[in-house]
């Protein structure tokens, strides 16, 4: 079982930055792989970004490559995004999940693959 909790959602102006944090528990990170996910008002939850349990291998959308960065702390079994040159599209609840890091990469990109959530953090973008 792993226990996620998100924090560092906001309101911001769109080309702002906003880094979210998601402190794990229960798991440690060296056995899971952990992603941030997010759902757009009346869209449906989608893929942002995910690290591997190792930490050697980051994985993003398309969408917002070059723009956020995940990374993680294990001595803190924390997960980072930091999120740059943010757009009004990028409004969204972000979630912050994990599953068991099987070593396919097919997974860490699929919603549903995620195995544990968090209750999800408000990021606002205004124009």
């Known amino acids: 079982q792993v226990h996620l909790v998100e924090s560092g959602g906001g309101l911001v102006q769109a080309g702002d930055s906003l880094r979210l944090s998601c402190a794990a528990s229960?798991?440690?990170?060296?056995?899971?792989?952990m992603g941030w996910l997010r759902q757009g008002p009346g869209m449906e939850r989608e893929f942002v970004a995910a690290i591997t349990s190792s930490a050697t291998n980051t994985y993003y959308a398309d969408s917002v490559k070059g723009r956020f960065t995940i990374s993680g702390d294990s001595a803190k079994n924390t997960v980072y995004l930091q999120m740059n040159s943010l757009k009004p599209e990028d409004t969204a609840v972000y979630y912050c999940?994990?599953?068991?890091?099987?070593?396919?990469?097919?997974?860490?990109?699929?919603?549903?693959?995620?195995?544990?959530w968090g209750q999800g953090t408000q990021v606002t973008v205004s124009s």
């Open positions: 229960g798991r440690t990170l060296s056995s899971v792989a």
């Open positions: 999940a994990a599953q068991w890091d099987y070593g396919n990469s097919y997974s860490y990109t699929d919603v549903d693959e995620y195995d544990w």
